[in-house]
């Protein structure tokens, strides 16, 4: 895209609430050139915290901050929300995000996550067809309007223990959030295909950092390591997932939004497959440097380590992901910046920090639906 186009847009983040949409919103206003206005449009969901973003709307809140919240599902809301601040890219993050959450209930997945995708979609079309170029649905020319869609390498389903995912490999997804997930990314392609939407999809490996709501596994090791509670670890521990601190995901996608050409798909990941097991040591290790074990009471006597436990697998568990993100840095120059040594020893400072942030995560619903869906721990 033009870049003093860009540069002054405004921009609408869907799920900027949750946390790579609110790590994303912090990194466009201080990590880039961007001097436009970012829409933060979340249902604010349990995993959406508006304390994720304090810092940005106490700054930006009078000028190029907006908080609505509104449902991807409600057309009108989105159609208006889009008409009113002149929307002209769309940066859509809002999903319904946890494997183990689809396992208990797929519906809200296939209800945000498809329903919503195509509804946001929908509108956008709409104000299209009736924008001041009157581009024709079929006249095969782009829009004006940028669509750019965040998903996940789980799309492709489940790994052996050799190869990695490339862009054109074939999708595969076997958990109700990877096949919602799915249907999302073909919903967008059909969009680019049948109607000329600059559209862009990124297929992204596993984020951690701040703001990672505590159901996910790092934060949730952390946390419940600094607790003295077990440190849950599904099967064997020997499934593979290749870890991307999240602010070299928001860099990706930023970098999409300026030089990504439209209808492409780009792979993120961090180059770094870890087994879970290992995972699981390396912030135990992490741990013991921070606040070593020996003077944390909740551990009475024990090593973070002592709090392994094994329990029973995650049913259709994919046994390994890796991600071949060669297409975008030869395309566009991006690469992670954050090693896992160096992305780890940060989250977990993070976390040591912002103790409050915590505290208010683990509200009632919180505190409710782990009772009543981890009861195997
Ligand atoms: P998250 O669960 O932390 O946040 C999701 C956000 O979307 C929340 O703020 C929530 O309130 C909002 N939301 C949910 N349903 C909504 C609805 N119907 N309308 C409006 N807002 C709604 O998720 P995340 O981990 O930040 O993931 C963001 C996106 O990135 C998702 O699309 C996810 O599939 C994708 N992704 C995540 C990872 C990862 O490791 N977390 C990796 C690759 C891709
Ligand atoms: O790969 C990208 C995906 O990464 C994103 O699309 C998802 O939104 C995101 O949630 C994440 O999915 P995972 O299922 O890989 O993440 P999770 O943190 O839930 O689990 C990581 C691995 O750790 C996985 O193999 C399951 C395992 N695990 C997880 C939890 C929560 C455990 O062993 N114990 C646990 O308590």
Redesign the pocket.
Known sequence: MKKSKLERAVIFV??????????FIRYMFKNTAFKGKIIN?????????LA?LEDVAQKYGKTRYVFVK?????YKKVFHTLKKHAVTIIV???????VDRSICGPK?FI???VH?TFTLLEAVRALWLCSPDKRQATDNKQSYYRFHH?????VYGSLGGTGSFSETTPYDPRSP?SAS?AASDHIVRAYFHTYGLAVTI???????GP???PE?LIPLLILNALEGKSLPVYGDGKNVRDW?Y?ED?CCAVWEILRKGRPGETYN?GGNCEMKNMDVVHAVCRRLELARPAAANPALKGRKYADLVTFVKDRPGHDRRYAINASKIKRELGWKPAHDFEGGLKAAVQWYLENGGWVKKIKDASYALWLKKNYRRR
């Open positions: 869907t799920g900027g609430a949750g946390f790579i949409g609110s790590n449009y979340d249902k604010l969901t349990y995993a959406g915290n994720n509104g449902d991807i599902c409600d859509h993050f809002a999903a319904e995000s946890h809200d209800e945000t996550n919503g965040v998903s996940t390498d789980e959030y997930k990124s297929n992204c490996s596993n984020n951690y703001y990672h709501y996910k991307l999240v995901h993120v």
